[in-house]
């Protein structure tokens, strides 16, 4: 797995980039795009006709590179043309370069309408729960703790390889909001799952000493609230 992705990091850099987009496909770009906190995977893709792959391999990278270039219109006309015309792997690599550019682009509806799209679009649970964890954070600040909660609630199952994500962001959501015991209970599970990766442990662990402040300062300051408001009367 290690040698693949260097082959294709070194590639990059030199002529030999196409070749290797045509060898490896939309598996290896697509890792490349989307791999966070080192969860690696990419499969279910391995049923591609060479030359459907082919000729979405060329466009994808026409797209990327005229997008790296500055040049949006002629990027956004290749990967729109991928997501009508080209084969389901670089489509839904498509959707996702396009998410990411309307989110670059501060249109954060689009890009939640996009990683919807593309999570819709392929059933492999690494790239589908992955970009449906983004439709969500791309849109944080307009969202309710329900929304958050609703909309994560496929990938916060057992199974889905971003549980531990996507129930840190429900129990943010609820600490956010308000909802205390919630996001209580939720942090409380992710400090004592033994699959929790440590990062997500730990800030889990910062976020139940806030709320046993919060609680704690909001029990002091009932009483002093209560006998003020009895010494009006």
Same mark, same amino acid.
């Given at each position: ?16 980039? *196409?070749?290797?987009?045509? *060898? ?6 697509? !890792? ?17 006709? *060479? ?82 964890? *983004? ?13 958050? @909660? ?5 990938? !916060? ?10 129930? @840190?962001?429900? !129990? ?62």
């Amino acid at each position: 797995m290690a040698d693949i992705f260097q082959e294709v990091d070194e590639a990059i850099n030199q002529d030999r980039f *196409k070749q290797q987009m045509r *060898k490896y496909g939309p598996w290896v770009v697509g !890792a490349a795009l989307l791999i966070v906190g080192g969860v690696a995977g990419w499969e279910g893709w391995s049923a591609l006709t *060479k030359r459907a792959a082919a000729e979405s391999s060329d466009q994808f990278i026409v797209a990327q590179t005229a997008f790296e270039d500055g040049d949006t219109d002629l990027a956004n006309v290749g990967f729109e043309t991928l997501i009508l015309d080209g084969e389901s792997g670089y489509r839904t690599l498509a959707l996702l370069r396009q998410a990411a550019i309307s989110q670059e682009a501060g249109d954060a509806a689009a890009a939640a309408a996009l990683y919807v799209e593309a999570a819709d679009s392929i059933s492999d649970p690494v790239i589908a729960d992955l970009a449906r964890l *983004k439709s969500v954070w791309v849109q944080w600040d307009t969202l309710s703790y329900a929304d958050i @909660e609703l909309r994560l609630a496929p990938v !916060a199952t057992p199974g889905s390889p971003y549980i531990h994500l996507a129930r @840190e962001s429900q !129990a943010a959501a609820a600490l956010r909001d308000g909802a205390l015991d919630p996001a209580e209970s939720t942090y409380l599970w992710l400090t004592t799952n033994f699959d929790t990766p440590q990062g997500v442990r730990i800030r889990a662990q910062r976020a139940l000493a806030i709320l046993e402040q919060m609680r704690t300062e909001a029990a002091a300051g009932a009483p002093a609230e209560t006998a003020g408001d009895g010494g009006n009367e």
